[in-house]
């Protein structure tokens, strides 16, 4: 049987790429008045652990262009999550043709890590009571596994040192202040610098998501929670996952904990849908326990629809927020 004309015509206009030019430091400093500064009041000796961070899945993929229906996880870019409250930011790079840029799979956010790594330095410089969490995946998909990786990513980390924390177990704000917390599921030269993530899981066994440790630098392994079951079978069997990480941080005392709300259904990664089934029902959860989250990663973070389906970001963040925690 026959592609149809207009499928073939969809398809190759899907595919295209054109660049996009961001400006996050020029966004950073236009909404910096009204950006969402919620850390600020917090005391300086709570534990960063302890706290209901919001987080962006792929955090730079507003600035995708090519396959957005099935590439794109973000509507708002790195400055206006920063602005509207997000503190956790997955990044995906990839050493493609010199230059560290930010990935999905293998198609790019347009933008660089050096540029969203700066962005973040000048949301801090203009709100020093906040700090960010940066979780870093090599994207091998878009640099065939490119061997120099790590030696850039090294370069990259050490010229920004005096912006950086090293994590320890018990890390609180006030020492994260003005800071960022670089989490690495690769390592790379000269590091950690921050932490490496080992045992990362994308798996349901729950006693799996709570062995997973952060390697430190000149200390002592920590504990660290994760659950990333990024392809569930429907929202049911996704929501017993998100769940059942929220009762276990909120049992507490847990440890730094990253909970993903995100994750995709069908053949083709359908990211609307499955946010639309987890992100209100999360936030209808987080509201009613009233009590700590950790880290929850979500799709389309800081709005409430995207392409036609209702998303549930900004009201996720809410719930997050508010009352803060």
């Known amino acids: 049987m026959k592609t149809p004309r207009y499928l073939i015509f969809f398809l190759i206009f899907a595919s295209l790429s054109c660049s996009v030019r961001l400006d996050l430091e020029g966004d950073i400093i236009a909404g910096a008045e009204g950006a969402v500064a919620w850390m600020t009041p917090l005391p300086d000796d709570r534990p960063v652990a302890s706290l209901s961070i919001p987080g962006a899945h792929d955090a730079a993929t507003a600035g995708v262009t090519a396959w957005k229906t099935w590439t794109q996880t973000q509507d708002l870019d790195i400055a206006a ?4 409250g997000v ?13 560290m840029g930010i990935y999905h799979d293998k198609y790019s956010c347009n933008v660089t890590f050096p540029e969203v790594m700066k962005a973040l330095i000048l949301a801090l410089e203009k709100h020093p009571g906040e700090g960010a969490i940066v979780l870093i995946r090599h994207e091998e998909e878009a640099d065939g596994n490119n061997p120099e990786w790590g030696a850039e990513m090294g370069r990259c980390l050490a010229g920004l040192r ?37 045992g990362w899981t994308s798996g349901t066994d729950v006693s799996a998501q709570k062995r997973a440790l952060l ?3 000149d200390g002592p392994t920590c504990p660290f929670w994760v659950q990333d079951y990024y392809h569930p079978n429907g929202a049911e069997d996704k929501w017993a996952q998100v769940k059942g990480l929220l ?7 847990a440890p730094l904990t990253v909970n993903h709300a995100s994750g995709y259904v069908g053949t083709l990664p359908d990211y609307r849908s499955n946010a639309r089934d987890i992100n209100a029902r999360a936030a209808e959860y987080i509201r009613a326990s009233g009590k700590p989250a950790g ?8 709005v409430d629809r995207s392409g036609g389906k209702e998303v549930a970001g ?12």
């Not at 503190?87 to 230059?99: E, I, K, S, W």
């Not at 177990?169 to 490496?196: C, F, M, W």
């Not at 009762?247 to 005392?253: C, K, L, S």
């Open 81 to 84: 999550l920063w602005n509207c």
């Open 87 to 99: 503190r956790a930011f997955d990044l995906r790079p990839a050493l493609v043709g010199g230059t």
């Open 162 to 198: 005096e912006h950086l924390v090293d994590y320890r177990d018990g890390l609180t704000l006030g020492q994260l202040r003005g800071k960022i917390l670089v989490l690495s599921r690769n390592e790379y030269a000269g590091g950690p610098h921050g932490a490496y993530i080992k």
């Open 215 to 217: 390697m430190v630098r």
């Open 247 to 253: 009762d276990a941080v909120g049992a507490g005392p």
């Open 295 to 302: 880290i929850v990663m979500m799709d389309f973070a800081g």
């Open 314 to 325: 900004k009201t996720l963040i809410k719930a997050l927020l508010g009352p803060v925690r």
